[in-house]
């Protein structure tokens, strides 16, 4: 089981950080929960929006560290994006099931991407 979960969610991390929303959407389970700092969602069609809007405005994304055991997965990754962001770590914690990310919470601080947001809004 170990080995799908880490095929699935290192498909999914390459598929959104080379903007391929279609191919990071095919990964999420209907039923996807995500969790973020800024947002959190109940579907993968209520998250897909969120997610290309993310993909779009990341500059580079690398994995520092990958964790599985079983069915959940751990990774740490710098992600680049536009001043005054610049590169931060973040921490994501995926379950996966039946091929595909049924829980995602994703951890880091928000601070400068808000305002990037508010920004890009106002």
């Known amino acids: 089981m170990s080995d799908d979960t880490r095929k699935v969610v290192e498909?999914?991390?390459?598929?959104?950080?080379?903007?391929?929303?279609?191919?990071?959407?095919?990964?999420?389970?209907?039923n996807l929960h995500f969790a973020?700092?800024?947002?959190?969602?109940e579907t993968a069609e209520?998250?897909?929006?969120?997610?290309?809007?993310?993909?779009?405005m990341t500059k580079s994304a690398r994995i520092?560290?990958?964790l599985v055991s079983g069915d959940r997965a751990a990774m740490l990754y710098d992600c680049e994006l536009p001043d005054p962001v610049g590169t931060i770590k973040i921490a994501s914690f995926f379950r996966v099931e039946a091929g595909k990310i049924r829980w995602y919470e994703t951890q880091f601080d928000a601070t400068e991407l808000r305002k990037?947001?508010?920004?890009?809004q106002g």
């Open 46 to 56: 209520a998250f897909r929006l969120p997610l290309a809007a993310f993909a779009a």
């Open 11 to 30: 498909a999914y991390f390459a598929a959104w950080t080379s903007n391929d929303i279609p191919a990071a959407y095919a990964l999420l389970a209907d």
């Open 116 to 120: 990037l947001i508010a920004r890009r």
């Open 36 to 41: 973020g700092p800024t947002a959190s969602y």
């Open 64 to 66: 520092v560290e990958l």
